[in-house]
């Protein structure tokens, strides 16, 4: 028995005849921003992502990361690898408004930064 075959194409292709493809996706371009960062040396360990420093001027320090915080959140989403954070960071759309739940000396805190800092 053959079984039906889909073809869905990516992409702007103006040669693409209507029998090549059943479905043509073609979404509008948009800038790629980069992905923030953060300006931080990070150690996993158990609880979460330590800071071991924090690079002088950087997204870090004018959210008021210090050096022994411990990472748990970024925008309510938890952080427990330095990989979570990379994807966390990759899909923020917007520095302005981010928070970051952290814990300092055996405490939760809450950081928020804001460009009118």
């Known amino acids: 028995i053959k079984q039906p075959m889909l073809s869905i194409i990516l992409g702007d292709a103006p040669f693409f005849t209507p029998e090549l493809a059943d479905y ?68 923020l759309e917007n520095v302005d408004g981010l928070t970051m739940k952290i814990k300092r000396n055996g405490r939760e805190e809450i950081l928020k930064y804001s460009n009118t800092k």
Do not use: C, W, Y
């Open 24 to 91: 043509l996706f073609n979404p509008p371009e948009t800038e790629f921003k980069g992905t923030p960062q953060l300006g931080v040396i990070l150690e996993e360990v158990k609880e979460g992502l330590m800071v071991k420093e924090v690079v002088s001027g950087s997204l870090a320090e004018r959210l008021g990361l210090k050096q022994n915080d411990l990472i748990l959140e970024l925008n309510h989403k938890k952080i427990e690898k330095i990989s979570d954070l990379k994807l966390a960071l990759t899909f």
